[in-house]
């Protein structure tokens, strides 16, 4: 139990173009999703927390007009990458909460962004 | 800002050897977490002790808590090659549900 999906697993796009990234919680209800970015041989960096109806919580730094995050039902999550540049390019890891289980996060597979 | 300073950054072993990885923090915790990360993959959750506890064990891992020191470590004990992978200490914050992960160590098991 507990599965965490994403999609696109790996993407590659033109400069200047959008990508939107799914996260599904696959057999359990999350209460909040996070968005997270890491950079090769780097830590994972949160960008932003969201809520299923309410609008997503940036850290200091994200920008949340260049990176839309809709949560539209308790499964799912996307992130929306606008307007995507070289320096964006890197690894978009979800994971997902649920109260039935304390305090731990189910991560999803991440998803290679390349930007060109 | 990294909450969790892992140590060493690095680690290459023998297959049969254990494995022991540090982890500092910064401000009070709630609770503090292990996962593993394989090259290029999502994130596995290994175990979690909470702030209140000292020392936990699930299979071959062992964790300790030090909450004086501000430090945790991980122990896996009769490493095998499986095992390679990047290993990250994670802290919560009170009633905050954000993890702050550590920069993460690299742990190579050679055959």
């Known amino acids: 139990g507990a599965v965490v999906s994403q999609h696109p697993s790996w993407v590659i796009c033109k400069s200047g173009t959008s990508v939107k990234i799914e996260c599904r919680s696959l057999?359990?209800?999350?209460?909040?999703m996070f968005w997270y970015r890491q950079f090769p041989k780097q830590s994972l960096m949160l960008m932003a927390t969201?809520?299923?109806?309410?609008?997503?919580?940036?850290e200091q730094g994200v920008e949340k007009d260049k990176f839309l995050i809709n949560h539209a039902s308790l499964t799912l999550s996307t992130l929306t990458v606008t307007s995507a540049h070289p320096e964006d390019s890197s690894f978009y890891i979800c994971?997902?909460?649920?109260?039935?289980?304390?305090?731990?996060?189910?991560f999803g597979p991440g998803t290679r962004l390349t930007v060109l | 800002s990294q909450q969790g300073e892992e140590d060493p950054q690095a680690l290459s072993i023998q297959e049969g050897e254990n494995a022991t990885m540090n982890c500092s923090y910064k401000?009070?915790?709630?609770?503090l977490q292990w996962y593993r990360q394989n090259s290029g993959r999502g994130l596995v959750h290994l175990i979690l002790i909470r702030s209140n506890e000292r020392e936990k064990h699930s299979g071959r891992l062992r964790v300790t808590l030090d909450t004086s020191k501000k430090s945790s470590s991980l122990l896996i004990t009769a490493s095998r090659a499986a095992d390679t992978a990047s290993y990250f200490c994670a802290t919560k914050n009170g009633a905050n549900s954000k993890l702050t992960f550590g920069k993460g160590i690299t742990l190579s098991v050679r055959p």
């Open positions: 401000t009070s915790i709630n609770n």
């Open positions: 994971s997902a909460e649920t109260s039935l289980v304390y305090n731990e996060q189910f």
């Open positions: 969201s809520n299923e109806g309410s609008k997503a919580t940036y």
């Open positions: 057999d359990f209800q999350a209460t909040t």
